[in-house]
């Protein structure tokens, strides 16, 4: 096995069995709707512990009072959904952050071990990891 084939394995593998965010993390929360614009949303700049949420055109879509609440959007916006629930009060943010995160890592610590075992001698499994997120349009903070 090459790695590129190594990478689209894994891609089909991870792509088959992807949880959603943020639905699939969210318990016992009580949540409200938020339109997103139905675009893929990034991490702009921090001004005075505010984080600026951009979409693709830079255009400020939201206004964070903290990185985590940034996360939350940023993740969410993956499948450029048009609407997502989100936890009705701030403090409910960081546990569901915490368990999609906890859940990346897993990902990766997989994708790391898979690659140690078929390339011994691999050079790269940082790249690989890298790849298989960006083909997945996934974002790790």
């Known amino acids: 096995m090459t790695e590129k084939e190594f990478i689209a394995v894994w891609v089909k593998k991870v792509a088959e ?3 959603n965010f943020p639905t699939d993390f ?3 929360t009580p949540v409200k709707e938020v339109e997103l614009p139905a ?4 991490l702009g700049a921090e001004l005075f512990g505010t984080f600026e949420i951009i ?3 830079g255009k ?3 206004t964070a009072h903290s990185l985590t609440e940034a996360k939350y959007y940023i993740y969410a916006s993956r499948t450029k959904p048009a609407r997502i629930a989100v936890p009705e009060t701030l403090k409910s943010i960081p546990p ?3 368990a999609y995160e906890n859940y990346l890592d897993g990902m990766i610590k997989s994708i790391l071990q898979n690659y140690n075992k078929e390339f ?3 050079k790269s499994p940082n790249e690989a990891v890298t790849q298989i ?3 997945l349009d996934l974002v790790r903070f």
């Open 17 to 19: 069995s992807m949880k």
């Open 26 to 28: 969210i318990t016992n």
């Open 39 to 42: 675009t893929r949303l990034n």
């Open 55 to 57: 979409d693709n055109k």
């Open 60 to 62: 400020t879509f939201l």
């Open 96 to 98: 569901v952050i915490s």
């Open 120 to 122: 011994p001698d691999g």
């Open 133 to 135: 997120f960006y083909q």
